[in-house]
């Protein structure tokens, strides 16, 4: 069986996560307690020398990395296809997939870093209402980025658009990235994985304590 380590409040296993139950592919849940430190330990480290997560092992295969582990998931397992085939809707996804990752993912530690009248948090908003324009017409009256398939661009650029909103970003000035974001959110899926404001709070606290280590040490 599929063994999935993760901690429910990192966004980069949250991808993995989604991608897993929205396959219903059976796995093994293995929660590593990032406050404690369990991703430090010779164990993990074992797995995944570089101390994060989500890391899937499979058999003797590991992997580590998000995307990485969902492109081989849909490899491996293409019984519920999160990747369309048609050439020209495959490109909006992965486009959808990667500025996601590249563009958006960088504008989140200032604004969990800062305060949001803050200059830094300020200049991350404003990058992020590019990002969402850009991703509004992308999308345009689909309902997902792969048209009327759920894909893996979804669960990555859905994950991202939700965290944003949730740390203070408002999209009502991009209704379809709105409307699209409330659609994921009626998946049971996504209703099962998705962090409250509550449980929200104490990532944010651990995401400033190591920023703050990190730049402690420089």
């Known amino acids: 069986m599929l063994q999935f380590y ?19 592919l059976e796995f093994e849940p293995i929660v590593v307690n990032l406050q404690q430190g369990e991703q430090l330990k ?31 998931l849909e490899q491996k397992y293409p019984q519920i296809s999160l990747l369309p085939s ?10 959808a997939q990667m500025v996601t990752n590249s563009e958006l ?16 948090a300020a200049k991350a908003k404003r990058n992020l209402k590019r990002i ?3 991703l509004s017409e992308l999308l345009d009256d689909e309902l997902y980025f792969g048209g009327n ?17 949730k740390l ?6 991009f209704p379809k990235i709105e409307a699209y974001c409330q659609r994921l959110m009626e998946r049971e899926v996504w209703q099962q994985t998705q962090p409250s404001q509550e449980q929200l709070q104490p990532w944010k606290e651990f995401v400033k304590t190591l920023i703050k280590k990190k730049l402690d040490k420089k």
Not at 6 to 24: C, D, G, T
Not at 153 to 163: A, Q, R, Y
């Open 132 to 134: 969402c324009k850009f």
């Open 149 to 165: 398939q759920f894909t893996v661009g979804d669960i990555v650029t859905g994950n991202g658009l939700i965290l944003i909103n």
């Open 86 to 95: 048609n050439p020209e809707i495959f490109a909006k996804v992965k486009m």
């Open 168 to 173: 203070g970003v408002e999209l009502k000035q």
């Open 42 to 72: 010779p164990k993990f480290l074992q797995l995944n020398p570089f101390h994060y997560v989500p890391v899937l092992v499979d058999g003797d295969l590991r992997i580590i990395e998000s995307l990485a582990i969902m492109d081989y």
């Open 6 to 24: 993760y901690h429910p409040l990192s966004p980069l296993a949250r991808r993995v996560w989604i991608a897993l139950l929205e396959k219903k």
């Open 105 to 120: 993912g960088s504008q989140v530690i200032p604004l969990i870093f800062n305060d949001l009248d803050s200059v830094k």
